[in-house]
């Protein structure tokens, strides 16, 4: 029996056994010429979770071979490998569909509960194993084939006043920008990080930045302007490796 990541194969038959921790050192090829055509976790998107909801995205792998695929399995892992694998993500039972006579697509979708995430410091990068089999002996096993991201999802507010305001007087914008805590299931203040001001004129369908403003040691933003027009105000963060991307709705102010 070959043991590989995050599967069995057995030699003559395929026989698939319940899903492990992956292992650094099981990348390899047997028999077969067995190759990976492409692998996708969400899309190619991060993964945003919070403190409470199940998260779930799809995942999928296709490969081929001449002798034709049996299977395949796309896995998404925390860790550095055999003796430091933090958490494999749960998923459902996978589906495959023959592209040809040599190609498969196995489809899975992943099952994320915030409450298994054990540390804050798992958030970013995450590995992506993936193993096939063919129709015969051979097969392929990869550990870390590709990258994906799951990070804590964030929130932000905002809140322009005063309303109404006479033109040229001062405008004063404040916000909150907070993001998951994994360890302490509820939503704490994000630190010292740039979020952009940005304005649309009524009548109008695009924002523009109008300036960068940093929130302080607990998430909070503060900054003014001078009213010139009707229009409405948001607050915009770009995300970081381990916390998601997030705007706001705009906050509509009359100016007279």
Request: glycine share 10%; with cysteine.
């Amino acid at each position: 029996m070959r043991s590989i990541a995050l599967g069995t194969a057995l030699s003559g038959a395929l026989a698939l056994a319940a899903v492990t921790a992956p292992t650094a050192q099981a990348d390899e090829v047997w028999g077969g010429d067995t190759k990976i055509v492409d692998v996708t976790v969400n899309g190619g998107k991060p993964v945003a979770v919070g403190v409470a909801d199940v998260v779930t995205f799809p995942g999928s792998v296709t490969a081929t071979d001449p002798a034709g695929i049996e299977t395949a399995g796309v896995h998404v892992w925390h860790g550095t490998g055999e003796e430091d694998t933090d958490m494999t993500v749960p998923k459902g039972t996978r589906t495959c569909t023959a592209v040809n006579s040599t190609t498969k697509t196995c489809r899975v979708t992943f099952s994320l509960d915030p409450r298994s995430l054990e540390e804050n410091a798992w958030a970013g990068r995450w590995n992506v194993a993936v193993d096939a089999f063919d129709k015969g002996n051979g097969g392929i096993s990869l550990s870390v084939y590709k990258y994906a991201y799951i990070q804590r999802y964030s929130k932000l507010t905002v809140n322009a006043s005063p309303e109404p305001v006479a033109k040229g007087r001062t405008i004063t914008v404040t916000g909150k920008l907070t993001r998951a805590n994994w360890e302490t299931h509820d939503y704490r203040g994000y630190t010292n990080q740039p979020v952009k001001l940005q304005f649309r004129k009524a009548g109008t369908d695009t924002y523009t930045t109008v300036k960068t403003v940093y929130t302080n040691s607990t998430g909070d933003l503060r900054t003014t302007v001078t009213a010139s027009t009707d229009g409405y105000w948001r607050y915009y963060f770009s995300g970081t490796s381990t916390t998601a991307t997030v705007k706001t709705a705009g906050d509509y102010v009359d100016v007279r």
